[in-house]
């Protein structure tokens, strides 16, 4: 663990931050997470709380979310949209921000975020991000699933977001009708919502997101170009089948 603790549900004061993390049976992967908004919350001490979503742990994710003074929220939906909606719900900062459990940020991503939204010219956005490892096989993979996702939700960006919390409630947050690219989704409505107040969706260049690769580990480098009905079941949105598969009867991303 870290030498910086996150505020916790107790604690009074200015919160800054809110990042909201959803978790199933994240053991292996939070830690380094945690570490890794540590590093980046030191330029704001005592104002970052960090909300652990629990979703369906039967693992030490919980131990390990309660040994860095997270906020604990519980909620068993197989639905990332209503579980990042949960977390969302109890944060108190002023900017809201989502990372997935298996995923890192740099150390100035907080403040790359503070920078760009202090500007007044952007509503939020995404970042930058590279996997772990890189083989041909993710490579090709990852582009045939943005492209077409691309086609559907324009330019976007991925995995980490942020914007004001007022925000983030003002488009209805995540939507709960979505069951896989509900980051593409919400990323297009923020975008929109920018465009409706004079701002721009932002992607963060100077800080990035690092993420597992553990969908490849799992399921070869190459399973979308063996498994294109994976591709087609992200474009619709709604398939219980492919969505239960890709994040909930193993591990939600």
């Known amino acids: 663990m870290g030498a910086y603790a996150f505020i916790g549900e107790q604690e009074e004061g200015y919160v800054k931050f809110s990042v909201v993390i959803p978790a199933h ?6 830690g380094k997470c945690l570490d890794s908004i540590t590093e980046a919350a030191a330029a704001y001490p005592g104002q970052v709380e960090v909300i652990v979503v629990l979703n369906r742990c039967e693992d030490g994710t919980e131990q390990i979310a309660r040994d860095y003074n997270c906020v604990i929220v519980k909620n068993d939906m197989k639905n990332l949209s209503q579980i990042r909606n949960a977390g969302a719900s109890m944060a108190r900062g002023e900017i809201l921000v989502t990372i997935d459990a298996d995923s890192r940020m ?17 509503i939020g956005g ?9 083989s041909l096989g993710i490579i090709v993979s990852t582009i045939m699933l943005i492209i077409p996702l691309l086609f559907k939700y324009g330019a976007i960006s991925v995995g980490i977001f942020w914007c ?46 690092i993420t597992s690769c553990r969908k490849f580990d799992q399921g070869g480098d190459w399973i979308l170009v063996k498994r294109p009905q994976l591709i087609m079941a992200y474009l619709k949105g709604t398939d219980r089948k492919y969505a239960d598969e890709a994040y909930y009867e193993d591990q939600v991303r």
């Open 164 to 209: 004001y919390k007022r925000d983030f409630d003002a488009i209805g947050g995540f939507n709960d009708q979505i069951l896989m690219a509900e980051d593409a989704d919400f990323a297009l409505r923020l975008k929109q919502w920018g465009r409706q107040n004079g701002k721009k969706y932002g992607t963060i260049k100077k800080a990035q997101m």
């Open 106 to 122: 740099t150390a100035k991503m907080l403040s790359e975020m503070d920078r760009h939204l202090e500007t007044g010219l952007y």
């Open 25 to 30: 049976n994240e053991e292996k992967y939070i």
């Open 126 to 134: 995404g970042v930058s991000a590279k996997f772990e490892r890189v």
